[in-house]
T-cell receptor, first 111, second 115 residues
Framework: LAKITQPISMDSYEGQEVNITCSHN???????ITWYQQFPSQGPRFIIQ???TKVTNEVASLFIPADRKSSTLSLPRVSLSDTAVYYC????????????FGKGTRLSVIA | DAGVIQSPRHEVTEMGQEVTLRCKPI?????LFWYRQTMMRGLELLIY????????DSGMPEDRFSAKMPNASFSTLKIQPSEPRDSAVYFC?????????????FGQGTRLTVV
């Protein structure tokens, strides 16, 4: 399993862009990078998934450099409601390999 | 679709009692997962099923824990006897077969308190 490192916590003001970087040096060839978001008292929610370069959806963008040893989740113009824990996971997009959740990054958005 | 449905949302029980947590996955999803979340240990995968068959239960902490999936629309996680250290939020999640475990949909969780 890929070893994952991400910051424990981050603070941001409303309206700013937030970038959370995840390090996964020993990512395997068939591994994808997946991000989940968890609000207090709720289950985690899938945000975005990518394999290489850039992926964008209505919630976030995911930037993955050519060596794929790291990835950056970008949240544009955050609001107070983006306060949550963000988990970076690495693993195959299909099949019977379990996804392991780390401690995640606790993002606090301040007014 | 109503999403993954878990019941009860909250459970308070005395040490030694049997506890049963229930989960209804999203219709058509072939994978079902049970997780446990605590402040100290974070999110831990306990067990998961594929097409109602348990695939990996290595995360189940001990024999007091058991999980079943009698059909595609229902699963239970049972703790017997319960202990205070079992207090946690238990999540059930499901995902479609073509995505494996990479895009799981989580329920709201069951907050278990064992006193």
């Amino acid at each position: 399993l890929a070893k994952i490192t991400q910051p424990i916590s981050m603070d941001s003001y409303e309206g700013q862009e937030v970038n959370i970087t995840c390090s996964h040096n020993n990512i395997a060839t068939n591994d994808y990078i997946t991000w989940y978001q968890q609000f207090p008292s709720q289950g985690p929610r899938f945000i975005i998934q990518g394999y290489k370069t850039k992926v964008t959806n209505e919630v976030a963008s995911l930037f993955i450099p050519a060596d794929r040893k790291s990835s950056t989740l970008s949240l544009p113009r955050v609001s107070l409601s983006d306060t949550a824990v963000y988990y970076c996971l690495v693993g195959p997009s299909a099949g019977n390999t379990p996804l392991v959740f780390g401690k995640g990054t606790r993002l606090s958005v301040i007014a | 679709d109503a999403g993954v449905i878990q019941s009860p949302r909250h459970e308070v029980t005395e040490m030694g009692q049997e506890v049963t947590l229930r989960c209804k996955p999203i219709s058509g999803h072939d994978y079902l997962f049970w997780y446990r979340q605590t402040m100290m240990r974070g999110l831990e995968l306990l067990i998961y099923f594929n097409n109602n068959v348990p695939i990996d239960d290595s995360g189940m902490p001990e024999d007091r824990f058991s999980a079943k999936m009698p059909n595609a629309s229902f699963s239970t996680l049972k703790i017997q006897p319960s202990e205070p250290r079992d207090s946690a939020v238990y999540f059930c999640a499901s995902s479609p077969s073509h995505r494996g475990q990479s895009k799981a949909f989580f329920g709201q969780g069951t907050r278990l308190t064992v006193v």
